[in-house]
């Protein structure tokens, strides 16, 4: 059973409007929580992180918010760009067990121009 | 550039032959790890290397075994290839210790295996 959801395979948005993706888990110990952007025949890059002691944390366009008591994540995207088109993984750790993260399956974003 | 290299880029494979992955980072990160992406399943955790010389098995191991060669590398060998090892292959770093997770990994830029 999969600790990480991300039950939106696929996600098409317009160019200058919000992007949100969503990610769920199923483990209340998780307390850190990583979001990766991946282009095709690329690695993931890191894109935002937080922390469980927070509910939100931005970075330029990008913002993660953070409910503990429902175990969901999203990250919005403002205003979305043809240059986010990759896809998203959610991924989240119990640091206090060690640092190995869980993925979640990943979102296709599509942002049209 | 810095980062993590991984090679070789593409593979095919017959069923039951040999092949080893290799990775090496150059960011002085303590632990390495190696992931398989496939459809819908996200990465899973194939092993991973918290410091030099200790290797753990993830939540996908069967098949194959790993070598931490030194603190830089890391290498995933397949000893007898099946068609369910097709996949995409990823290594990645990490610093350890409780004050500089803020990135998570670094990742290498992928092998395509196909095993026929």
């Known amino acids: 059973d999969q600790q990480v959801k991300q039950n939106s395979p696929s996600l098409s948005v317009q160019e200058g409007r919000i992007s949100i993706l969503n990610c769920d888990y199923t483990?209340?110990?998780?307390?850190?929580f990583l979001w990766y952007k991946k282009y095709p025949a690329e690695g993931p890059t890191f894109l935002i992180s937080?922390?469980?002691?927070?509910d939100k944390n931005e970075d330029g366009r990008f913002t993660v918010f953070l409910n503990k008591s429902a175990k969901h994540l999203s990250l919005h995207i403002v205003p979305s760009q043809p240059g986010d088109s990759a896809v998203y993984f959610c991924?989240?750790?119990?640091?206090?067990?060690?640092?190995?993260?869980?993925f979640g399956p990943g979102t296709r974003l599509s942002v049209l121009p | 550039n810095a980062g993590v290299t991984q090679t070789p880029k593409f593979q095919v494979l017959k069923t039951g032959q040999s092949m080893t992955l290799q990775c090496a980072q150059d960011?002085?990160?303590?632990?390495m790890y190696w992931y398989r992406q496939d459809p819908g399943m996200g990465l899973r955790l194939i092993y991973y290397?918290?410091?030099?010389?200790?290797?753990d098995k993830g939540e996908v191991p069967n098949g194959y075994n790993v070598s931490r060669l030194n603190k830089r590398e890391f290498s995933l060998r397949l000893e007898s290839a099946a068609p369910s090892q097709t996949s995409v292959y990823f290594c990645?770093?990490?610093?350890?210790?409780?004050?500089?997770?803020?990135?998570?990994?670094?990742f290498g830029s992928g092998t395509r295996l196909t095993v026929v």
């Open positions: 483990n209340s110990m998780f307390d850190y």
């Open positions: 990645a770093s990490s610093d350890t210790g409780t004050v500089n997770y803020g990135s998570g990994y670094t």
């Open positions: 290397s918290a410091s030099e010389g200790t290797t």
């Open positions: 991924a989240a750790s119990d640091l206090n067990y060690g640092q190995n993260f869980v």
């Open positions: 960011m002085n990160h303590n632990s």
């Open positions: 937080i922390s469980s002691i927070k």
